[in-house]
């Protein structure tokens, strides 16, 4: 895993400059994709607990941390993906040169 998490956090934070956007998507994005299931898993689980205890306070209390997880979680990735997939910029921003939109301008 911690293979392929370098080069992809790489080319992520790349692909964020291109858009003229900050790294902290770069960092959210993993963040994200393990929060999301987690919080899946988690609210499922506690669904079946939460009936089994009788309205105990603490399981209701995970219950509603695990839905926020999974909530946030997905928001973020869906977000995250959206950025991934719009165009870069043409120009220079301040990231540096205009990145994946610049075009050769020669005849063929």
């Known amino acids: 895993m911690l293979i392929t998490m370098v080069p992809s956090f790489t080319i992520t934070a790349r692909r964020l400059h291109d858009?003229?956007?900050?790294?902290?998507?770069?960092?959210?994005?993993?963040?994200?994709?393990?929060a999301a299931p987690t919080g899946g898993i988690a609210a499922f689980i506690g669904m079946f607990a939460w009936h089994g205890t009788d309205g105990d306070t603490t399981v209701g209390i995970v219950l509603v941390i695990s839905i926020l997880f999974l909530i946030f979680g997905t928001i973020i990735s869906i977000y995250s993906l959206i950025l991934f997939v719009l165009p870069g910029n043409k120009e220079p921003n301040k990231y540096g040169s205009g990145g994946s939109c610049v075009t050769s301008s020669t005849d063929i």
């Open 19 to 34: 858009t003229n956007r900050t790294m902290l998507f770069a960092i959210l994005f993993p963040i994200s994709a393990v």
